[in-house]
């Protein structure tokens, strides 16, 4: 059994939801925990009771972690948030004894494989993260911290739970969306760990924690089915930066990095990502967007998107050959 924990308001449910359903997929035996930052996200996991997931309400954690709420007085909405990083493995290892060893995730990752070969790496660590790995472009953003807080793993033991302690009661302290004394919201903090604390394992497999900023280090070989990273297989996609903008638009988060990449790229990675969105709200409301089943235009965004592999060929035949912004960027 693996345990897992993450938290979302009802802003990230569809992100959230695409989670917890990746894993369904590639997990054979897991919990999810999911923080719901406010009642109605609280309220519709609990409606509807889904296998593995248990949903814990925003009241409940305060009400056992007694620093947050001195905490959240002095920060923002965001920052709140980044405290309960934290706070959220350390209240589970603290209520659940049957836990050994839990995983934070950020809501936004995505996966594409099984996990295990991760835990087989972390083997009898009490605590491993995971770097960043910042392409030479972006090496400038390691001032936020070298690890990313998208995977976080203790286990329960002596190391795994003094670095736990440490970490919550560094963000209830300061943490802050700037970089400030070495210190940057709960995720640079995690450069101290390998220092302060014994048994830390640094996750290397390149197929853990793909993501905008550190494509480019790599060579991609994607078909339709399947994405391979230096000949090492996709476990997990960290999907920051990717919203929807409008009813036929969704911004990826590539062009913050500059990056330019392949139609089977996007056919391996972002078309799943794409699809699961859309069958977790059918007809409803993606993020800020939305998509509408009941009207022509609708229906077209949404043939559009469950077609992507066929976009170029659509673009030329309904719009003949005019540019657009769709999905990925400039289609021609």
Not at 80 to 92: D, G, I, M, R, V
Not at 113 to 119: G, L, M, R, S, T
């Amino acid at each position: 059994m693996r345990y897992f924990c993450t938290y979302f308001d009802a802003g990230y449910l569809s992100r959230g939801m695409a989670l917890y359903e990746s894993l369904r997929q590639h997990c054979s035996e897991f919990t999810l925990w999911v923080l719901c930052l406010d009642e109605a996200t609280f309220e519709q996991l609990r409606r509807r009771a889904l296998p593995n997931l248990r949903p814990i309400s925003l009241s409940e954690l305060e009400t056992a972690m007694k620093e947050l709420p001195t905490a959240k007085m002095n920060r923002s909405r965001a920052e709140y948030y980044f405290t309960c990083s934290p706070a959220l493995p350390l209240f589970l290892l603290n209520s659940s004894r049957e836990i050994d060893l839990i995983t934070y995730l950020d809501s936004d990752l995505y996966f594409f494989a099984n996990p295990e070969i991760i835990f087989s790496e972390i083997k009898e660590g009490s605590v491993a993260i995971i770097p960043h790995r910042f392409s030479h472009p972006s090496i400038e953003l390691e001032q936020h911290g070298i690890y990313n807080v998208g995977w976080v793993t203790f286990r329960r033991d002596e190391s795994g739970l003094a670095c736990l302690r440490w970490w919550y009661e560094r963000c209830i302290e300061w943490c802050y969306h700037r970089v400030e004394d070495g210190k940057y919201a709960d995720q640079k903090y995690l450069d101290l760990f390998p220092k302060k604390f014994s048994n830390v394992i640094i996750i290397e497999n390149k197929g853990a924690n793909l993501a905008p900023w550190n494509l480019s280090n790599y060579d991609l070989r994607c078909s339709h089915n399947s994405c391979e990273i230096n000949g090492t297989p996709l476990i997990f996609f960290h999907f920051q930066g990717f919203r929807q903008i409008s009813q036929i638009s969704y911004a990826t988060g590539l062009a913050a990095y500059g990056l330019r990449v392949s139609h089977s790229v996007l056919r391996a990675i972002f078309e799943p990502y794409i699809q699961r969105l859309l069958q977790i709200t059918p007809g409803g409301v993606i993020e800020q967007g939305l998509v509408h089943r009941n009207d022509d235009r609708g229906s077209l965004v949404l043939r559009f998107a469950r077609r992507l592999k066929h976009f170029p060929r659509m673009v030329k035949e309904h719009f003949n050959g005019m540019r657009l912004l769709f999905l990925f960027g400039r289609v021609i």
